[in-house]
């Protein structure tokens, strides 16, 4: 069985953004927004994607490309890891409250724009996991694919 999730890197005048979550060890570490589809309230993953952003940072944004997409394999459980590309379309990025967060199983304690220059200064144990280190990697490399990769198909 596979669980689909999906990751958001937030582009903004050649910076991008990162959340500051705390890990199951209570440390401090930088992601980009992501979470996972629910078949039972998300149409298709591009839903899953905005509503994301809208639950981790309180931001619209516009899907514009397709960076990657990831396959982990785990003992619980594969995971297929769609990272999309976007920029925001209304809202500003902040933290939510702590009693929302704690509503969704989250921990996000600060959001950064950062420019290429201080991610390349990041050390892959800064990142959450290594799917968060490689997609950064990837968005600095320029990797990036046509939105119109994936089809939504009825």
């Not at 959340?19 to 570490?29: A, F, L, V, Y």
């Not at 952003?53 to 619980?76: F, R």
């Not at 990272?83 to 933290?95: D, Q, R, T, Y």
């Not at 046509?146 to 009825?154: A, E, K, P, V």
């Amino acid at each position: 069985m596979y669980k689909i999730k999906v990751g958001i890197l937030i582009e903004q005048e050649d910076r991008l953004l990162l959340i500051k979550e705390t890990n199951d060890r209570g440390e401090p570490k930088w992601n980009i927004v992501k979470g996972t589809f629910d078949e039972a309230s998300d149409r298709d993953i591009f839903e899953t994607a905005q509503r994301e952003c809208h639950e981790e940072i309180n931001a619209s944004v516009e899907l514009t490309g397709l960076l990657n997409v990831s396959i982990i394999a785990k003992d619980s459980g594969n995971v297929v890891q769609f990272n999309f590309l976007a920029h925001m379309i209304s809202g500003e990025p902040k933290v939510s409250s702590s009693e929302f967060q704690k509503s969704l199983n989250e921990n996000i304690t600060a959001i950064k724009f950062f420019t290429k220059e201080e991610l390349k200064e990041l050390k892959p144990e800064e990142f959450m996991n290594s799917r968060a280190a490689v997609a950064v990697q990837d968005w600095l490399s320029g990797q990036r694919s046509d939105l119109g990769t994936i089809r939504s198909l009825n």
